[in-house]
């Protein structure tokens, strides 16, 4: 059976220090990286406007 291997992209982003700010207090409070909690919130806006 073969596996297959998700490719990652990486997506650069520029936005105000007052975003960067307040993403990482509710990736903190969550215990994750910003990187994982702005794929959960693309993950559920896709779901829910998809």
């Excluded at 959960?40 to 896709?46: R, T, V």
Aim: proline share 4%.
């Amino acid at each position: 059976m073969t596996q297959s291997v998700p490719t990652k992209t990486y997506i650069k982003v520029h936005v105000p220090t007052s975003l960067k700010t307040r993403l990482r207090q509710l990736a903190e409070q969550r215990g994750v990286s910003i990187s994982s909690l702005l794929r959960l919130i693309a993950n559920e806006y896709i779901k829910n406007k998809g």
